[in-house]
């Protein structure tokens, strides 16, 4: 080092500038963060659009058009030859929509005589009108001969065209409500008979081949107690796995073989236990086809993989000092995992589980093929009566024609979306809140 | 005596041995001798023999005593004649059940008629609805059946309540200072833990067993090199019974929709999610991650029947209009088209793929990202030349993954990817999928035995394969590189 001398030093110091392509360098920097930043506004642009569109499609759905119409409960129609004492089904039977349309009738002011007119008004009231009056009756009998307000449905297209979603400027022949009906529709509007309320039925109202009496309620039950089946099987069996594959098992080739196979499990398409379901449950076991328990089942065995995978990092983040503490202290094995680990880890085994059930909720492909695309009118009583789910009545519903149905549909897409945000919204506070870093 | 009660009585002995085990053990404890295990061990311990072995013994006894009582039904109906009026024996028996169960719900002191003609209205009343081919000799061997019926559950009740006394008192009567009982409860607790574990191989197991049977016999009636190599689908609807007209079932039209689409999106969601996954964690400040990164995940929260709709409702309409628009008249793209499944199939991905790759870019050590920087590399540089070649194998892993995601989608492809099994190399042309068709196969009314409803378990079990395959190697990938770089 020291025969160099200083002179070549000081020039080694101070080279030339060469040109080593630093500007087509940094401007290759430049292009690819740009690219970076292109790749996620694609993702999160198109999460945009699409929430989006589904919220402009579906918000109309939460309102509903109804018609408020003084009902004369006449007796003459409901049961003309009374013997309504004797035979409960002439309360049944009776011809409710007759008592709406003369209520109309009367309301817009026309002769009941006028043929032509009074055929005009066909499909203005929803055909609803006939269940929404019997209950009433059938509930209260009393009711008959007196004359009270009822808020009767419009039908689907005039909900629509109330709502403004109907071109008026198409030319009357190839659109679904007659100039005729406008001009009574706006007269209803004027007087306040014609309104637009909050959609109840959306949430309580079976299945319905007319949109405006179909609802998610049977959907909602279904759900529910899908959810509530895989949380009580889910929770204690993945919780057991876990503790078992965790803390006790040794290191064997019986124990890969479940790991393997449970990491397997989670990455098997969801359709997969769909057939399962069918062939060991409904045709081996023979448990009833489209019943909430079965789908319950299946979603059980999808969800159980997430569980496990969940509940085992929980578990090996509590730090092996505690382990030695309580063992010293003189607990059994046993002992150290239920009343040291799983309190500590149950934060963690918390937020799996719950976006296992998220995932669980928004699953449609297994409950398609056990049977759960029924048309179902009533509240499933049971897990073991037909019902359907939530994305299941939303895929049902986008195979419908009718405009009403994609409005509902939509309407049934947010509802869904806000169900699992919430559930979401919760894992992340949970985790936010309780995790602890050791 | 009904199965619930006898649960019941069951769990009421095992509370109660519970509190009886319990007391007798701090009872015994009089400070002489130090307890080898607390005293509510001692109880559990009771509980635990008073209530498992009577529960196993009346689940073995209730399917015992029904495979019995199919046995009897079957063997005291008539010889069985050419003309007969029901069309198997499994029918025979499985009417006389359901006509016994049916006779349940009548009244005890009901006179029964002979004829099942004058039993029906009695019945109906009930709300018991009966096949209309239940014959009139059946009403008697369905009374039989279910004297018989009666007579097992007492016997199984009776045997089940003696044995979980008994059990009961065993346990009783082993409590002692210096008796293990903790030790007892904590390995029947291994078991059970254990049993939990096994449910992962179980399920797998079902998995196989119950698809290749069905598989089995679908290659009964179509062999397997027809279903592998046929280059035509269509099953045809066999209406129940008539068995004559027989489908094609060539495979290849729908695997190759099904990787056509795969590949499409995985056009859209590898470059894409990589490329996000790399600016999260080598360019964007911790304050950008925050917000971006839940976002992402929340577009893997999105179910996929609503990207399924999104794509049939919005943007399968939108590309055919505007394709219509560009050539100045008929659209190019379908409204259901290869390229609108795989796009919007991709966008699904995106998140898949990013997070998957995020955890493989971020275990990359630190010292070759530092080494490459110090060497003056810039850093797009060093992602380009060391970080994604150090990460290759896992970003291969990650993206098999991510592929057997996409072959095993089903609602965005059952509702924009259409249903017509073409054969077509353009993309914006429908082609149908693998799960598409056993979605189509097995919903609506078929018979169950028929070669159009099992194709579907031959389709299923192609796909579990598949996906299988890609997993094991993906997860081996995965977890090898891992390995590498810990």
Known sequence: ?438 | MSSMLVLAIVAAIGVVAFFIGRQRAVAQDNGSVKPHSRAHYHGWWAFLLAVLPALLLLAVWNIGSSVYLERHIHAALPERTADSAVASEALDVSLVKSLARGLRQLDANTQLPASFAELQPLLAAKGVALATDTQDYMIPIAVEANAVQDRLGLIGAVVTLVLSIAGAFYALRQVAPRARARNNVERLMLWGLLAASTIAILTTVGIVLSMLFQTIQFFDSVSPASFFFGTVWDPRFAAAGSGGSQGQFGLIPLLSGTLYIAFVALLVAVPVGLMSAVYMAEYASPKVRSVVKPALELLAGIPTIVYGIFAVVTLGPFLRDLSAVLTGGSPFIQGQSIFTAGLVMGVMLIPVVSSLSDDIITAVPRAMRDGSLGLGATRSETIKRVILPAALPGIVGAILLTASRAIGETMIVVLAAGVAANLTANPFEAMTTITVKIVNQLTGDLEFNSPQTLVAFALGITLFALTLVMNIVALYIVRKYREQYE
């Open chain 1, 1 to 438: 080092m020291t025969d160099i001398p200083l002179d070549t030093m000081v020039r080694a110091a101070a080279p030339a500038r060469r040109d080593i392509g630093l500007k087509a360098r940094y401007a290759a920097e430049r292009r690819f963060r740009i690219y970076g930043v292109l790749a996620i506004s694609v993702g999160l642009a198109f999460l945009a659009i699409m929430l989006i569109t589904i919220v402009s499609k579906g918000y109309t759905a939460f309102w509903q058009t109804t018609v408020t119409l003084p009902i004369n409960f006449d007796e003459k129609i409901i049961d003309p030859s009374n013997k309504r004492a004797t035979d409960p089904d002439v309360l049944i039977k009776a011809n409710y929509p007759k008592l709406a349309d003369k209520a109309l009738m009367a309301k817009l002011g026309i002769d009941p005589s006028n043929k032509p007119m009074a055929l005009k008004l066909k499909g203005f009231l929803s055909e609803g009108a006939r269940v929404q009056l019997r209950d009433i009756v059938v509930a209260d009998p009393s009711v008959i001969g007196t004359t009270r307000n009822v808020d009767i449905l419009a039908a689907a297209n005039l909900d629509s065209a109330f709502k403004g979603q109907i071109d008026l400027n198409v030319e009357e022949a190839r659109r679904k409500v007659s100039d005729q009906q406008i001009a009574w529709m706006n007269q209803l509007k004027a007087d306040g008979t014609m309104a637009e309320h909050f959609n109840k039925g959306l949430f309580t109202y079976g299945a319905s081949s007319r949109p405006e009496t179909s609802g998610m309620g049977v959907a909602i039950i279904g759900s529910f107690y899908m959810m509530v089946i895989v949380l009580l099987l889910a929770l204690p069996i993945g919780v057991a796995a876990s503790i078992y594959l965790e803390e006790f098992a040794k290191k064997n080739r019986f124990t890969d073989l479940i790991e393997v196979n449970i990491n397997n499990l989670a990455a098997v398409p969801s359709i997969v236990f769909g057939l399962l379901g069918l062939a060991v449950f409904i045709n081996f076991l023979g448990m009833p086809r489209s019943a909430a328990f079965v789908g319950g089942l299946v979603l059980t065995l999808m969800t159980l993989p997430t569980i496990i995978i969940a509940t085992r990092a929980a578990l090996a983040a509590v730090p092996p000092s505690i382990r030695s503490a309580a063992l010293g202290l003189g607990a059994s094995k046993m002992q150290m995992v239920f009343q040291h680990i799983l309190p500590l880890a149950a934060p963690g085994i918390l937020t799996g589980t719950i976006i296992g059930l998220a995932r669980a909720l928004g699953e449609t492909a297994p409950l398609l093929l056990i049977g759960m695309v029924a048309f179902v009118a009533d509240y499933p009583k049971t897990p073991f009566d037909p019902a359907t789910a939530l994305p299941v009545q939303i895929y049902m519903w986008a195979n419908e024609a009718e405009r009403a149905f994609v409005e509902r549909m939509s309407g049934a897409i947010i509802i869904l979306l806000v169900f699992l945000m919430a559930m979401n919204i919760t894992a992340i506070v949970l985790r936010r809140r309780f995790e602890r870093r050791w």
